[in-house]
């Protein structure tokens, strides 16, 4: 049939058309280990004849607890392979996130690396759902899962049965806004975002990607393109400045995935020409708003190798690319450090008022997006589905306008918008202003009930290593760049800021302590 011939491919069959094509190249690098493609491809075959064994067949979850290990993808790989469906618990949640996430996700079968091994423990005697626990490694709880599949004899990789339409990544959001929400990507989606990664982000003919931060998570889109162009994956355990930057330079790293208090971290950290990062060629970055001061502090001392992502679970991908060439501060239109881009290729977005209908260049609205990797709804919430799907659009909750030539600018998130005095303020344009201030390391602005104002304008700020905040200069510099409305009644000075597992100031609980009590979030 010419509907079966058209069709797309599955992520499956993207996954072993990648490990097939270079059997002798470096896939994963995880410190002094060293696997090629050829490898990669025998323990993923291992491990998925090891899966099958517990009951792991279309449509069944598995979900990891570990660090980023080679085998922690390759536990993933094996699962889309068998069309089970894949939940990431990130290292650093709690067991009752964990927990839930299990019974949502309808989780048969937990892998765990041993260093997780009580907090597994603990989320197993809890999820009556959880047939089996494997481990990557000895370990008292449940069976070695490696050990296991050094017995089996490796198969040439299928792809399987799985479908389009079938559930690949359950992926988990919404930790900052509300107890975390599902958000199915099919196989058709999945390997939508890969292709809509290599066409929209500068990845490099020959890619080296170092992965620092959870591959469970947002890190993982990165992982595909790269085995799709014969690259290699560099694994950190963790995110340490020093030891990014070291590796940059000892592996020739040339594109990598941070957000913004990552790229912060290795600005104060690299000093004056201590590291060699030519080598470097896409730094891709987003999840949280970054300063225009940092932006340009990163192309003064990095080079023309920022490329800034706009996205959200719920899109499958990217929305808008923010290209280097837009990024300098000396180019012919240094405004556009406010922007996050211009829409990405392959995704179709409008500016829409809240009746539906496309608002002018200029004007404020919410940021909606058509694509292929949009998913279908969230996982059995249909009331939510239907808040954020409607009139053919995906509305992303994300407050913004375009310009004249095609730039998208993130004003705020629609539940964050503060009404103060009748006055509708975005946290986001204030942070933005306090954060050109060169003694500010970071800035969060919230609403906090007020009798006068209904919501008061505060900011919780921390400093720059060995400097002094005035909290009188703050006031008056978003005064006068702002006006009287968008001047935060508090200034409060903090040590650090409290951030999700990804990465993102919680401004949910920046604001619990303020509103605890109270029968609604708006005053």
Same mark, same amino acid.
């Given at each position: 049939m010419l509907t079966d011939a058209s069709r797309g491919p599955t992520y499956c069959e993207l996954i072993v058309d990648a490990l097939s094509r270079h059997p002798r190249r470096e896939a994963f690098?995880?410190?002094? &280990?060293?696997?090629?493609? =050829?490898?990669? %491809?025998? !323990?993923?075959?291992?491990?998925?004849?090891?899966?099958?064994?517990? &009951?792991?067949?279309?449509? =069944?979850?598995? %979900?990891? !607890?570990?660090?980023?290990l080679p085998e922690t993808w390759m536990v993933q790989a094996a699962t889309y392979l068998l069309g089970g469906r894949y939940s990431g618990l990130h290292p650093l949640g709690s067991i009752d996130d964990h927990v839930r996430v299990c019974a949502d996700a309808e989780i048969r079968l937990l892998v765990v690396h041993p260093d997780f091994a009580a907090v597994a423990a603990a989320v197993a005697e809890r999820s009556p759902g959880i047939e089996h626990v494997l481990t990557l490694g000895p370990s008292e709880?449940?069976?070695?899962?490696?050990?296991?599949?050094g017995k089996r004899s490796p198969a040439r990789l299928m792809p399987g049965a799985a479908t389009l339409e079938d559930v690949a990544w359950l992926q988990f959001t919404g930790g900052t806004t509300g107890e975390p929400k599902g958000v199915p990507n099919t196989q058709r989606a999945c390997a939508a975002q890969a292709q809509i990664w290599l066409t929209s982000y500068g990845v490099p003919e020959n890619p080296r990607y170092l992965a620092s931060s959870p591959i469970t998570h947002a890190a993982l889109l990165t992982i595909l393109p790269t085995l799709l162009r014969g690259g290699t994956v560099v694994l950190h355990s963790g995110f340490d400045p020093e030891a990014w930057l070291a590796t940059v330079e000892a592996e020739r790293i040339n594109i990598a995935l941070m957000v913004p208090t990552m790229v912060s971290a290795v600005l104060d950290t690299m000093g004056s020409g201590r590291h060699d990062l030519s080598s470097m060629r896409t730094l891709l970055y987003g999840a949280a708003p970054m300063s225009r001061s940092r932006i340009a502090e990163a192309w003064e001392r990095m080079g023309p190798v920022l490329w800034q992502g706009y996205a959200c679970s719920e899109a499958g991908g990217p929305i808008a690319v923010l290209e280097p060439s837009d990024h300098d501060p000396g180019g012919r239109r240094p405004e556009l450090l406010n922007s996050c881009g211009?829409?990405?290729?392959?995704?179709?977005?409008?500016?829409?008022?809240?009746?539906?209908?496309e608002v002018p260049h200029g004007e404020i609205g919410e940021i909606c997006v058509r694509a292929r990797g949009v998913m279908r709804g969230y996982w059995r919430r249909p009331e939510?589905?239907?808040?954020?799907?409607?009139?053919g659009w995906l509305y992303t909750g994300d407050?913004?306008?375009?310009?004249?030539?095609?730039y998208l600018y993130l004003v705020d998130r629609s539940k964050d918008m503060i009404i103060s005095g009748g006055f509708n303020v975005y946290p986001?344009?204030?942070?933005?202003?306090?954060?050109?201030?060169?003694?500010?390391?970071?800035?969060?602005?919230i609403g906090t009930p007020d009798e006068r104002w209904g919501e008061a304008v505060r900011a919780i700020v921390t400093a720059r290593e060995g400097a002094a905040v005035d909290v009188g200069e703050l006031k008056a510099l978003v005064r006068k760049r702002k006006g009287p409305h968008y001047t935060p009644k508090v200034i409060e000075v903090v040590e650090t800021l409290p951030t999700t597992p990804v990465g993102k100031i919680d401004k949910k609980a920046l604001?619990?302590?303020?509103?605890?009590?109270?029968?609604r979030q708006v005053h």
């Open positions: 690098v995880h410190g002094a &280990r060293r696997l090629s493609y =050829a490898q990669t %491809a025998d !323990l993923t075959s291992r491990l998925q004849q090891v899966l099958a064994e517990h &009951r792991i067949e279309p449509g =069944a979850g598995v %979900a990891t !607890l570990s660090g980023n709880l449940g069976e070695d899962l490696l050990a296991l599949a211009r829409t990405a290729i392959g995704v179709r977005t409008a500016i829409l008022d809240p009746d539906g209908n939510l589905t239907a808040q954020v799907l409607k009139h407050l913004g306008y375009r310009d004249d030539e095609g986001r344009e204030v942070e933005d202003v306090l954060m050109e201030h060169p003694a500010l390391a970071a800035a969060a602005v604001r619990a302590p303020y509103w605890a009590g109270l029968d």
